[in-house]
């Protein structure tokens, strides 16, 4: 599997990986990162997706005429979900629109929480749910979590389970709305896709920590790594 081209501008730039991120790498099992010939984006080009408006458009729409890095999360009140998109809510939009990347988070509640979830998470870009998780269950994404010998690690996880969990539940009972904003047993993945059909990575998540770290999905996607342990920064090299 190769990786994506890089795209250059003075020089070609580096892409220098983290200790957190060679770890939480580690941590990743081999099944659960797919070969991307073997998944074909065109089983669900037409399923339907919804924005915060409740506005409809379809999956393709999303890498038709760009490269997209699309992540699938679990659901809006998981405490690692808020946490990842949190960080992925840091990467500046000019650094995609430079390399002309989408970012696209897609969830699986209903369209009236997305909004919430963006205030919560300072999240800028696009973001999508698949109320009926259509696209979840076609591409094969996993129900219910698996944990091997190794634990996965996140880098973009920082409360611990117990207060996490103590948090998601407190947002959940106070919400207009009680509910869970999507399948607590649905796991989610990530993909690098386009321009048209090309999948050019997949990670299907085993479990809530089994995130791929971002920069690893920056720099697959030929971007900048930027520093996630503190504030948001490019790394220049």
Known sequence: MGVAKQTFLKMAPVFPITQQDQIARA???????????????????????????????TFNSLHQHSKAIIIFVRN?????????????????QDMLQESNVRLVVIGQ????????FCSLTGYPHEIYVDPERQIYKKLGMRRGETY???????PHVKSSLLIGSLRSMWRAMTSPAFDFQGDPLQQGGAL???PGPEVHFAHFDMNRFDHMPINWLLQLAGLHTLDFSDRSKIIDI
Do not use: A
């Not at 037409?46 to 409740?54: A, L, M, Q, S, V």
């Not at 808020?82 to 992925?88: G, I, R, S």
């Not at 091997?148 to 996140?154: F, I, K, Q, R, Y």
């Open 76 to 92: 809006f009140l998981c405490y690692t979900c808020k946490e990842y998109v949190e960080d992925l809510g840091k990467i500046p």
């Open 27 to 57: 941590g990743h099992q081999d099944n659960s990162t797919r070969d991307p010939h073997d998944l074909c984006v065109s089983d669900v080009d037409e399923c339907w997706i919804y924005d915060r408006h409740g506005v409809c458009k």
């Open 192 to 194: 690098i896709v386009g």
């Open 109 to 116: 509640s209903s369209y009236s929480h997305i909004e919430g």
């Open 148 to 154: 091997m010998e190794t634990p996965s690690n996140s």
